[in-house]
């Protein structure tokens, strides 16, 4: 009889617990998706400003690299300049 009682105990705490965590995962997943929607919502808004950065970067590594290309060639001649005032001088 005992066991009876307590199995019907058991099994009422059971129910009464699944009932609780499928309101609280209700609440949760309702709470998730709010925050994601949100989210989501502001990377949308910040798209423009993303996409002004990339290209902006993307110039300026564009305009860096014809500058050092620039100094570079300009040392270049700077140097072999050089040698040819050495090598007048030496004949």
Do not use: H
Not at 15 to 31: C, L
Not at 36 to 62: D, F, G, S, V
């Amino acid at each position: 009889m005992k066991k009876k009682k307590t199995i019907k105990k058991i099994k009422l705490s059971t129910k009464g617990m699944a009932k609780k965590t499928k309101s609280f995962v209700k609440k949760a997943s309702k709470e998730v998706s709010g925050v994601a929607n949100t989210l989501q919502k502001q990377w949308k808004k910040e798209q423009p400003q993303r996409e002004k950065l990339k290209n902006a970067a993307k110039k300026m590594l564009e305009d860096g690299v014809k500058i050092s290309g620039d100094v570079f060639e300009t040392i270049k001649k700077d140097i072999e300049e050089i040698r040819n005032k050495n090598k007048g001088k030496k004949k």
